[in-house]
């Protein structure tokens, strides 16, 4: 699979598990679980995403936790629609 294909996939398992909606956040151990990865293949997608401005970090998370929290960007879910990114 292809580092475009890998995006798209993780792009859009963060779109299915937010349901499109931008206002909720998901945990990257739940990204992880559902793209059926170890931590270590899938934790540099979502900064490539953050960076392309496709998902951005939930900063409201609590203190003291080891994981991180996504939410999906309007460009995000415009993105997953675009024929270009496949």
């Known amino acids: 699979m292809s580092m475009r294909d890998e995006l798209r996939r993780i792009l859009t398992i963060i779109s299915d598990l937010t349901h499109n ?3 909720s956040s998901i945990k990257d151990t739940e990204i992880i679980a559902e793209a059926n990865r170890q931590s270590e293949e899938i934790e540099k997608y979502p900064n490539e995403l953050q960076s ?19 939410r999906i960007t ?12 496949r």
């Not at 392309?52 to 996504?70: C, H, T």
């Not at 460009?75 to 270009?84: A, D, F, T």
Request: net charge negative; charged share 30%; no cysteine.
């Open 21 to 23: 909606d931008t206002n």
């Open 52 to 70: 392309l401005g496709l998902i951005q970090e939930d900063s409201s998370r609590p203190a003291n936790v080891d994981y991180g929290m996504y």
């Open 74 to 85: 309007r460009e995000g879910i415009n993105e997953i629609y675009n024929k270009e990114f």
